[in-house]
């Protein structure tokens, strides 16, 4: 096994033991909340899914931007961008799925059309326009292009998603980790669940994204060597035939 | 730049005065889209008043797609797009050309379908420089974003551009639908921080659309 094989098998071993100690801690040894009560425990997992949908929507538009720039232009940058979106919309898809989970018994909803709650579906929805136009049949480079642009378009809005906690005054709540005043509004035991889950959901992205960039290449490559074989066949047919 | 973005225009404008798609199908189009929408609020007037505003942008904006659609099929055609780049022709007064030519032909469009909702839904227009100004500012949020993410679609099937289109240009519907309402109820004070927004937004996407046009052009 290679160095950069064994290293992702370690990121990938944390990410499990990470998560399932965040998950003993936040279910087993960490109080209920004074006014939320055990509703509380949704806050080790939702803040930190919803932290790396922005970690991933950041890290494909930079990808992206490395991609487009051409002198820094290689498959690789696109192959991340892609990877990363991927781990994005499954991470957005999480976080609203915990929302709704902590807003039934909380706001008496599954669903309400407040504005963070509005603005991350919006979020989800344009990140899964960049994954299908990535499924349309196109060269590499178009394909890589144009997603690049699309990914810029679609990142304009990530800071709309986070601000408009404050634009709209909402039902939804201001964050308790990111906020303006970087005041942070947890304590104790719970303070630390909740740093782990961020290093635990980190892990998991890194994992995912570093996995699904190796397949992605060997596709590439796989699809390079089929062109260069069919090229070669072709080519030996015809001195065959002259 | 500015004169490339002028010729554009022109010869936008010139191709929609021929062939006049705006009026034989877009108008036609967005007024079936206000016909379909009473009869989905069972044609209760006093529903239709208080969604005007909604009921204009989404409707508007259905229009701007089918705009910004033709708009860049134009250039499709006989591959007018890829000759314009071998010339060497400026791609941001391209793309400024562009915009001018749609927001132009949206404007119309706005006003005609103003003045039919107003007789329509009982929705007497007041404001009118307010309704105008973020009409305006909505139709050049949503072209300049609408023609690079066209261009990203170019010959990939129609149901990306709105797929793509759509939720990228959602805080212009909000502002502009915020705007008209506060507009129409005759509290236009309301509307000033939501005009802000639409400034902001509108702004970004020309500024951004600007930068990354040619890139647009090479993909």
Known sequence: MSTNAKLKRGVGVAALVTIALTFWLGLVVTPPAEVMGNLVRMLYIHPPMA?????????????????????????????????????????????ILTGSIWGRPAWGVWWTWDALLTATAVLFLLYLGYLALRQVPMSETKRGVRSAIAALVAFIDVPIVHESVYWWKTLHQTPSVLNPSMNVEVHGSMAWTLLL???????????????RFETSRRQAQLADLEVENAIRERLSAEEVRI | MFRTAVAMAKKDLRLEWRARVLLNQVLPFVFVVIVLFAFGFDAKVEILTQVTPGLFWVTTFFGLELAI??????????????????????????????????????????????????????????????????????????????????????????SLLPLLLFPVVSPVLLCATKVWQYGLDQTPAKAIPWS??????????LVVGILVYGVVLEG
């Open chain 1, 51 to 95: 932290w790396i949908a922005y970690l991933a929507y950041g890290i494909t538009t930079a990808a992206s931007l490395l991609y487009l720039w051409k002198r820094t232009r290689r498959r690789e940058w696109d192959l991340i961008a892609a990877a990363s979106a991927e781990a994005g919309v499954f991470f957005t898809g999480l976080t």
């Open chain 1, 197 to 211: 889950g961020f290093v635990a959901f980190t892990l998991a992205y890194v994992w995912m994204v570093w996995t």
């Open chain 2, 69 to 158: 659609t033709r708009a860049m099929a134009i250039e499709g055609e006989n591959q007018a797009q890829v000759g314009l780049v071998m010339m060497g022709v400026n791609p941001r007064g391209i793309f400024l050309g562009k915009v001018v030519a749609i927001v132009l032909e949206i404007l119309v469009l706005e006003v005609v379908l103003s003045a039919g909702i107003a007789v329509l839904f009982n929705s007497p227009l007041h404001d009118v420089a307010l309704l105008a100004a973020s009409a305006l500012l909505a139709d050049v949020g949503v072209a300049t974003v609408g023609i690079v993410l066209a261009g990203v679609t170019e010959g990939l099937g129609g």
């Open chain 2, 196 to 205: 802000e927004l639409l400034i902001g937004f509108s702004l970004i996407y």
